[in-house]
């Protein structure tokens, strides 16, 4: 504790000078003052992506889904709910990148926080978007509130997945006040409504050491309440397999595996982030080496719990192979899914576990070809959680057409659920062209206080 | 000392027991209020079984059945007092027939592939012989697809059955993943199905209180319940030519498959009765009786079937 004290000391008060100052509030206001042609390219292309998607929901909504939708009665559930798992998933992004790490001093955590909490609410509301989608009366939406019961998981889910995405919201427009501010006083040339915009989420921000006060307290009991309620949410989305009696799901491990491969999509979503953002946005000053050093550590020790929690889930019944799990697993490990299966191992978990430890790989662009790896492999990791075991239920499937035995996502699906990952970009990059991405405050306060570590890290 | 304690309690039993047993004439004679107002007596004397299973003379007039017409008041969400419906499936006669299948179909309005009840061919072991295996939903005592449901349109029924409310229902198809035995179906609205739904609105669901026809929500079979309570055996019992299918009323302790009846006890007890994956703690109400020494020998089918998409 004493040794703490006199470390702090020894760092708190190293000064940065006025002119430092400006220049980074230039460089971090930068992508707002000005979108290239580029940004607008690339905005419009998601526009198009989003319009495609509901264009294929309007099809898919008015036509009969049996002719628009690969589903069948033994694979009821499909590429929509996997989607939905896998952004539940990334939205956990938010509790890993900015609340632990805040909460444990990890000082590297300040140009990162706001990147990873505008990504968890982007993901959470797509995951609700997903679900919507996968549902066979979505006008009858409103009667989870007119009708609901609570011995029902979804209703949890629900519960726990509205009280995260508020929690999540408001955590990330606190910390966000006194940048309004300096957005509002040193932005030019932008509309009246945007500097008005400014003006009312500023909240009559002066920096009076009260406001600092109180602002801090209450980022700070957010950031303690939003850890709790992200493991929750996925491990209740977990649960909505576990608490059903199919052998694939049928484990005591589930919510641990859930939120263990959350956490590693975190860090590799982080990585692949940090790593365009930088570059489109010239950060290269705030988004440094250092940082791809230290989330490559943390993508081995991600990917080695996540593999933890793996042997448990596939190697323990593999070892017994009871007649239950049997078709199943044999399924995966060397039956029809089983390169599938093995790819999403070895790009997934086996290279994230053991490349990084190598530290040239930690280098911005091995790693994050590395990180970008581990995101698509955990997307398709989804994919096969929820699908395969479906075709393989406890009594045979027999007498059915062929669509009804093996499931591949439609036209229609797949355009929506791309439609879901451009709508994810669009908020981020949305978001990013209005406010600041990286907390002009907090890396300013990080300057002052933990400079050893952020300035002169080697 | 013992001996006398065990003997009061005996006489304890049988007298709870004769309670039982005139609650339930009061119960016949409740519900003969209920649906068919008031009926004078015939002076007939017909013989009913009590719930403990004991033989007692009443007048026909209050077994009456229930009329359609007071039927149709009925809460479907509650169940038909005084039932307990149950189903028997002895594998020892059934030859693959299918005649429930089309009976099934025909009752509910619905067209291959969907199948409110299958005809499996099913091996348990390496050597042990192959059988058919007619599956329909068990209507489970411990039901785990109702108890997922969010919004309370699967549901348990006091006479046994789980019912679905198709106008409740949001389509989520948490139930389907949770019923162990894949016997609900969703309706994805396949364009024949529909096109045919749409002709036969008039005389769809002869059987059911709700309306399996809708689209995005789930259906499945539910003992057909409306015919259940008039006394008409669900189709596909009385369509079986080989009489596998007993249906019943576990508080009357009988089964039938419209030729024959049986006690359901002791049908349950000489041949073994069993239910299908026990362990899985569903507790449902379909029993099966072993295929042994079967009323015909086991011959694969030759013809496919559903294989248009
Ligand atoms: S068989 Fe399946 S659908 Fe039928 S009651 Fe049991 S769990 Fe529910
Ligand atoms: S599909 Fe319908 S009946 Fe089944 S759980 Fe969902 S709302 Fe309930």
Redesign the interface.
């Given at each position: 504790m004493s040794e703490k004290i006199i470390n702090e000391e020894k760092t708190t008060y190293e000064t940065f000078t006025q002119e430092e100052y400006m220049v980074m509030k230039g460089d971090l206001l930068r992508p707002v003052q000005h979108i290239g042609k580029w940004g607008k390219i690339w905005i419009g292309f998601l526009i198009a992506v989003c319009l495609a998607g509901v264009y294929a929901y309007y099809i898919q909504e008015t036509k009969?889904?049996?002719?628009t939708?690969s589903?069948?009665?033994?694979t009821?559930?499909g590429v929509y709910i996997s989607n939905f798992v896998f952004f539940v998933a990334l939205s956990l992004i938010g509790v890993l990148m900015s609340a632990v790490l805040k909460l444990t001093h990890f000082e590297w955590y300040r140009p990162l926080s706001r990147i990873a909490e505008v990504i968890a609410v982007a993901a959470i509301m797509l995951a609700g978007v997903s679900i919507v989608a996968?549902?066979?009366?979505p006008d009858?939406?409103h009667?989870?509130l007119?009708?609901?019961?609570i011995?029902?998981?979804?209703?949890w889910d629900?519960i726990v997945i509205l009280t995260y995405v508020t929690t999540s919201i408001i955590l990330l427009f606190i910390p966000m006040i006194p940048s309004m501010s300096t957005c509002k006083n040193h932005l030019t040339g932008k509309p009246k409504w945007q500097m008005k915009m400014y003006d009312i989420l500023s909240f009559g921000w002066e920096g009076t050491p009260a406001q600092w006060k109180s602002l801090k307290k209450s980022v700070k009991i957010l950031t303690v309440l939003v850890i709790p309620l992200g493991v929750s949410i996925h491990t209740v989305t977990a649960w909505?397999?576990a608490?059903?009696?199919?052998s694939e799901w049928d484990s005591t491990n589930f919510g641990a595996y859930f939120v263990s491969g959350a956490f590693l999509l975190g860090v590799a979503g982080m990585i692949v982030a940090i790593s365009v953002i930088r570059k489109t946005y010239k950060l290269e000053n705030y988004l440094t080496p250092m940082h791809f050093d230290k989330l490559g550590r943390a993508l081995v020790m991600m990917s080695f719990i996540y593999i933890y929690f793996n042997i448990n889930e596939y190697l323990v019944p593999a070892y017994k192979m009871s007649g239950l799990h049997a078709n199943h697993l044999i399924n995966l490990f060397v039956g029809e899914e089983a390169l599938f299966y093995w790819s999403v191992v070895l790009f997934g978990m086996v290279i994230p576990a053991t490349l990084p430890l190598i530290p040239a790989v930690r280098k911005p662009l091995p790693l994050t070809i590395i990180a970008f790896g581990v995101v698509i492999a955990a997307w398709f990791k989804r994919y096969l959680i929820v699908i395969p075991g479906?075709a393989h239920?406890?009594?045979?499937?027999?007498?059915?057409?062929?669509?009804?035995k093996h499931y591949t996502p439609s036209l229609i699906e797949m355009t929506i659920v791309a439609a879901t990952f451009a709508a994810m970009l669009l908020i981020v990059t949305i978001f990013s062209r209005f406010f600041p991405i990286i907390s002009v405050w907090e890396v300013a306060e990080g300057k002052l206080e933990g400079k050893d570590e952020i300035i002169n890290y080697k | 000392m013992k001996e006398e304690k065990e003997e009061s309690n005996r006489r304890n039993f049988l007298k709870l027991g004769l309670l039982a047993g005139t609650a339930t004439i009061a119960g016949f004679g409740l519900k003969n209020k209920i649906f068919a107002g008031d009926i004078e007596e015939t002076g007939e004397k017909v013989k009913v079984l009590t719930t403990d299973g004991r033989v007692v003379e009443v007048d026909s007039s209050m077994v009456a059945h229930p009329s359609e017409a007071k039927l149709a008041q009925f809460n479907v969400r509650e169940g038909i007092p005084g039932k307990k419906f149950i189903m028997v499936i002895d594998l020892a006669r059934c030859a693959n027939a299918r005649k429930c299948v089309e009976g099934c179909q025909s009752m509910h309005g619905m067209l291959p592939?969907?199948?409110y009840i299958?005809?499996?061919?099913?091996q348990d072991s390496d050597l042990g012989a192959p059988y058919w295996f007619p599956?329909t939903c068990y209507q489970c005592d411990n039901p785990?697809c109702t108890?997922?449901?969010?919004?309370?349109?699967t549901f348990k029924r006091s006479d046994g059955i789980v019912g679905i409310d198709s106008d409740?229902?949001?389509?989520?198809?948490?139930c389907?993943?949770?019923c162990?035995?894949?016997a609900?179906?969703?309706?994805?609205?396949?364009?024949e199905?529909?096109e045919f739904s749409e002709k036969h609105n008039a005389d769809k669901d002869k059987c059911c209180a709700t309306k399996s026809s809708t689209?995005?929500?789930?259906s499945k079979c539910d003992f057909c319940p409306e015919s259940s309570a008039k006394g008409i055996l669900p189709s596909c019992v009385s369509e079986c030519p080989n009489g596998t299918i007993f249906f019943g009323d576990e508080l009357e302790d009988a089964v039938t498959n419209g030729e024959e009846t049986f006690r359901l006890s002791e049908l349950l007890k000489k041949r073994a009765g069993y239910r299908?994956?026990e362990e899985?703690g569903?507790k449902p109400r379909v029993y099966y009786l072993p295929p042994v020494e079967r009323n015909f020998p086991f011959e694969e089918a030759t013809e496919?079937?559903?294989?248009?998409?």
């Open positions: 009969s889904k049996y002719v939708v589903l069948r009665d033994y009821m559930w996968a549902m066979g009366r009858r939406l009667y989870l007119l009708h609901g019961r011995q029902s998981p979804i209703v629900i909505l397999f608490t059903t009696l199919r479906l239920p406890y009594l045979p499937i027999q007498d059915v057409p062929a669509s009804w | 592939p969907i199948e299958k005809v499996k061919k099913m599956q785990p108890k997922v449901c969010p919004v309370d349109a409740r229902c949001i389509g989520c198809k948490f389907m993943a949770a162990p035995y894949s609900r179906t969703f309706n994805f609205g396949r364009p199905q529909k689209e995005g929500t789930v299908q994956f899985l569903t496919v079937h559903n294989q248009v998409e």
